[in-house]
């Protein structure tokens, strides 16, 4: 029940304490701070009682939807029994048998599983068991990463170092040196071959070993790339293009990197992105949707083969947190799993990505959507100033759109997602793995009344 008083005193606190991520917190100087109070399925409530469609999974986190007193339940049986212990030098089982469990399901020789408290922490974890691995296998000079343009990657300072968005990083140099960008995949705004997807995908692919050939082979360790790239929009892979990498990687003894901290968990239909698009990384990194955010828990996934230095004799891979692989978060992931399966989670999103993907191109009739691209539950709609032109809007004009605008509107519409210019302006959508037709109409609807005001302001 809503009290005003209670909320005036909660909004004060927030202003006098809270910092929120990734938040310009000026916005809050004349306006309330959203609190969301409650959730139910795939819509969350803020403390007036206002209802809201999350069409971003909280943030491409809940798989399995809000208020899943199973999921619950599991996290408050494991807390009675042991709420903590450390996998340092000591096991626990749910850490063994959710590993197990992880194992089975990741492609290939992918039996290792290194647990983090979450998705940047495994893309730390990957980059230092790269250069490790290097070292103690007669290559010490191996350290670079490659990675794309506009891609995300983590904001520790070496996921940070790795992530291609000049604007996150700039503020916090010197980072991690030796990290090096190539194109991404976007073929909406391709420089070359954007009549065809496949070559474009080789011509994206070949630079990569042009970044090795630069670089020298001899010093790079590893290419991270996403299955489906978030930053920028939700850029697909072209066909072709991870079976090209893949055979680059191997040529030059590169390691392949599929950092699925988004991309893992049923967002695009499998557990795995890198089983959708057929190719086999070395190296998994993934978290989100691992416990559908009922616990905060990430894992790194090795290769049998990076595992095998370290099973013998005196190497130690001298790296772990504190809260990796927490008892709680590994009991509720294994509940999650059990659902996924009971449910057929997978499957479902296999079966109405192609409704969900048709109802959101129905918005291409606006003026200002130029593209609307994605793949399972994830999705982006670029917003353009000229749909033959395909001109984007400078610096002043998106954020007039996006915060000026958007972000409110969408929110005061009763919809939760993200209008993002990390890239060219966006609104990205992965709603819970458990929505419907009904969702995807409501998600367009409103999306087509909010973006309909938008244009008749430009």
């Keep these: 029940m809503y009290d005003e008083n209670s909320n005036a005193a909660l909004q004060q606190s927030a202003r006098d304490h809270l910092w929120m991520h990734f938040t310009r917190m000026s916005s809050y100087d004349a306006a309330d701070v959203p609190v969301i109070v409650r959730g139910e399925g795939a819509y969350v409530w803020d403390a007036q009682g206002r209802k809201y469609l999350d069409a971003l999974g909280g943030l491409f986190v809940s798989q399995l939807g809000h208020g899943r007193t199973d999921l619950a339940e599991a996290a408050a049986k494991q807390a009675a029994e042991l709420a903590f212990f450390p996998l340092w030098s000591y096991a626990h089982p749910t850490a063994i048998e959710l590993a197990e469990k992880i194992a089975g399901h990741a492609p290939g020789d992918l039996n290792r599983v290194f647990f983090t408290s979450g ?210 978060s590994t009991a509720v992931a294994l509940k999650n799993f059990e659902i996924f399966e009971n449910e057929k989670i997978n499957e479902g999103v296999l079966e109405r990505e192609g409704a969900f993907r048709g109802t959101l191109e129905k918005l291409l009739d606006l003026p200002i959507v130029g593209d609307v691209r994605g793949d399972g539950f994830f999705y982006g709609i670029e917003l353009v100033k000229d749909k033959t032109t395909k001109e984007t809007f400078d610096e002043a004009e998106s954020e007039r759109l996006l915060r000026g605008f958007l972000s409110k509107a969408l929110y005061d519409a009763g919809l939760y997602c993200r209008a993002d210019d990390r890239g060219d302006p966006v609104v990205q959508l992965s709603p819970p793995l458990i929505c419907d037709q009904s969702h995807f109409d409501e998600i367009e609807q409103k999306l087509r009344a909010v973006l309909t005001e938008a244009a008749g302001l430009l």
């Design 119 to 328: 998705g940047g922490e495994a893309v730390e974890s990957a980059w230092k068991l790269a250069k490790n691995y290097f070292k103690i296998t007669g290559k010490p000079m191996k350290h670079k990463v490659i990675s794309r343009a506009i891609a995300y990657h983590g904001t520790t300072h070496g996921a940070l170092s790795i992530t291609g968005l000049p604007g996150l990083k700039q503020q916090f140099e010197p980072l991690v040196p030796s990290t090096f960008r190539v194109p991404n995949t976007n073929i909406y705004r391709a420089p070359v071959h954007g009549d065809d997807p496949e070559a474009f995908g080789r011509w994206a692919a070949d630079q990569i070993a042009v970044a090795i050939e630069n670089e020298g082979p001899d010093t790079v360790a590893a290419v991270f790339l996403e299955p489906v790239q978030n930053a920028g929009g939700c850029f697909p892979p072209p066909p072709g293009y991870f079976q090209r990498v893949r055979e680059i990687c191997d040529e030059y003894d590169v390691l392949l990197v599929s950092d699925e901290v988004i991309c893992a968990y049923g967002r695009l239909g499998h557990m795995f992105g890198a089983e959708r698009y057929g190719y086999q990384p070395d190296i998994i990194t993934s978290a989100k949707g691992i416990t559908s955010g009922y616990a905060p828990l990430g894992a790194m996934i090795a290769s049998d083969r990076l595992y095998e230095p370290f099973a013998h004799g005196t190497e130690t891979f001298l790296h772990g947190y504190t809260f990796g692989g927490h008892p709680v």
